[in-house]
């Protein structure tokens, strides 16, 4: 068997990679003008083209190996029909390329492929049925892309998927059956949502773990989150300001939440997560006054770990709020010494009184007047 190495034509026979994990490069190459055929080696074979000037997969290109890389080769389409005799394909890396449309028939043929990469490249559209031959596919990475809208069934034909991944593309808008079909979806994370799209997720019952860390929503409302199997919720590096206490309602198996690094000044305790063990509110503005001391009495009847620290006053900044002993006084002494201090800074406000003369100038005497 003759494979390339680096751009250079080695030799060496089947028996000698059949025990091991080989990885052939080769670079300097256009697809089309490899026609050689793998079918003795064993699953353990890597085939990585990257760093290639491709540009375009041709149609009917013959590679007869498990493992197929294709990283940086400034590949701008895949036709139709590219894969279609690459059935024993199992994971296939496209990442780092210019791909920008996703067409009908792009991934045909691929009828035995686990696990497909397409990050870090331009992807705006994907064409209805451009997954339907996927069916035994279960990770699909999205991730730094351009998508903006995603339409309903775009992932149709993704029967076995387990890990959707979407995030840092610049979505807006997801159409209401956009995940529509994905029963075994079990892990999903996308951001750039300006809301949460709680109809949207609804379609997502199995879903377990949900990442929407770095999302511009500046709100949960009531009921926000309807998803009866999520157990663990990434809502860190956002824009929240309000936060129902309702909002994770439906959420009942809810066992981690991450809301660092938003903008939640308190928190109300929360309605519905019966199995919700840790809480992070790391990089909050939280003021460790009266109000979070419903929260705390909340996480310590749940046993709850609550994870941050304190914003204020400041005697208490950078005090570890879960342990933290909140003295609470009553709201018309709260009042009362916020009155205090307003009435302080308007007379540290006030022009200072031009000062008085030590001594009184005798009667018929100008004092003012220079000698």
């Given at each position: 068997?003759?494979?390339?190495?680096?751009?250079?034509?080695i030799n060496r026979p089947y028996t000698s990679l059949s025990r091991k994990l080989y990885k052939a490069i080769w670079e300097g190459y256009i697809l089309k003008a490899l026609d050689v055929k793998f079918d003795k080696f064993?699953?353990?074979?890597?085939?990585?083209?990257?760093?290639?000037?491709?540009?375009?997969?041709?149609?009917?290109?013959?590679?007869?190996?498990?493992?197929?890389?294709?990283?940086?080769?400034?590949?701008?389409?895949?036709?139709?029909?590219?894969?279609?005799?690459?059935?024993?394909?199992?994971?296939?890396?496209?990442?780092?390329?210019?791909?920008e449309i996703l067409y009908q028939e792009s991934f045909d043929g691929l009828s035995s492929l686990k696990q497909l990469t397409l990050d870090h490249n331009r992807v705006e559209e994907i064409q209805p049925g451009a997954f339907?031959?996927?069916?035994?596919?279960?990770?699909?990475?999205?991730?730094?892309?351009?998508?903006?809208?995603?339409?309903?069934?775009?992932?149709?034909?993704?029967?076995?998927?387990?890990?959707?991944?979407?995030?840092?593309?610049?979505?807006?808008?997801?159409?209401?059956?956009?995940?529509?079909?994905?029963?075994?979806?079990?892990?999903?994370?996308?951001?750039?949502?300006?809301?949460?799209?709680?109809?949207?997720?609804?379609?997502?019952?199995?879903?377990?773990?949900?990442?929407?860390?770095?999302?511009?929503?500046?709100?949960?409302?009531?009921?926000?989150?309807?998803?009866?199997?999520?157990?663990?919720?990434?809502?860190?590096?956002?824009?929240?300001?309000?936060?129902?206490?309702?909002?994770?309602?439906?959420?009942?198996?809810?066992?981690?939440?991450?809301?660092?690094?938003?903008?939640?000044?308190?928190?109300?305790?929360?309605?519905?997560?019966?199995?919700?063990?840790?809480?992070?509110?790391?990089?909050?503005?939280?003021?460790?006054?009266?109000?979070?001391?419903?929260?705390?009495?909340?996480?310590?009847?749940?046993?709850?770990?609550?994870?941050?620290?304190?914003?204020?006053?400041?005697?208490?900044?950078?005090?570890?709020?879960?342990?933290?002993?909140?003295?609470?006084?009553?709201?018309?002494?709260?009042?009362?010494?916020?009155?205090?201090?307003?009435?302080?800074?308007?007379?540290?406000?006030?022009?200072?009184?031009?000062?008085?003369?030590?001594?009184?100038?005798?009667?018929?005497?100008?004092?003012?007047?220079?000698?």
């Amino acid at each position: 068997a003759q494979l390339l190495h680096s751009g250079t034509i080695i030799n060496r026979p089947y028996t000698s990679l059949s025990r091991k994990l080989y990885k052939a490069i080769w670079e300097g190459y256009i697809l089309k003008a490899l026609d050689v055929k793998f079918d003795k080696f064993n699953h353990k074979v890597k085939l990585d083209l990257s760093k290639n000037g491709i540009q375009v997969l041709p149609t009917h290109a013959i590679l007869q190996i498990p493992h197929l890389t294709l990283q940086r080769c400034n590949i701008r389409a895949v036709r139709e029909g590219a894969f279609r005799t690459l059935g024993h394909l199992v994971s296939l890396n496209l990442a780092n390329n210019n791909i920008e449309i996703l067409y009908q028939e792009s991934f045909d043929g691929l009828s035995s492929l686990k696990q497909l990469t397409l990050d870090h490249n331009r992807v705006e559209e994907i064409q209805p049925g451009a997954f339907t031959q996927l069916g035994f596919l279960n990770m699909l990475s999205l991730t730094h892309n351009q998508l903006v809208y995603i339409p309903n069934m775009a992932f149709q034909g993704l029967h076995n998927i387990k890990w959707l991944r979407l995030s840092r593309n610049s979505l807006n808008n997801l159409a209401m059956d956009a995940f529509a079909g994905l029963f075994t979806v079990t892990s999903l994370s996308l951001d750039e949502l300006h809301f949460f799209p709680t109809q949207t997720m609804t379609r997502l019952a199995q879903v377990t773990c949900l990442d929407l860390s770095y999302n511009p929503m500046a709100y949960l409302g009531e009921d926000t989150v309807s998803m009866p199997k999520l157990t663990h919720l990434y809502l860190d590096h956002m824009s929240l300001q309000d936060f129902a206490d309702t909002a994770m309602s439906q959420a009942t198996l809810l066992s981690h939440l991450d809301l660092s690094h938003n903008q939640l000044r308190y928190l109300e305790p929360l309605s519905g997560p019966m199995e919700l063990a840790r809480l992070n509110l790391t990089g909050n503005p939280i003021h460790c006054n009266c109000y979070p001391r419903p929260l705390k009495e909340w996480a310590k009847k749940g046993k709850v770990k609550l994870i941050g620290v304190c914003a204020g006053p400041r005697h208490l900044s950078d005090e570890a709020v879960g342990p933290m002993e909140l003295r609470c006084r009553s709201r018309e002494d709260m009042i009362k010494e916020e009155l205090k201090d307003q009435e302080e800074s308007r007379e540290r406000a006030l022009p200072t009184a031009k000062p008085k003369k030590k001594s009184k100038c005798p009667d018929n005497c100008d004092c003012d007047v220079k000698a």
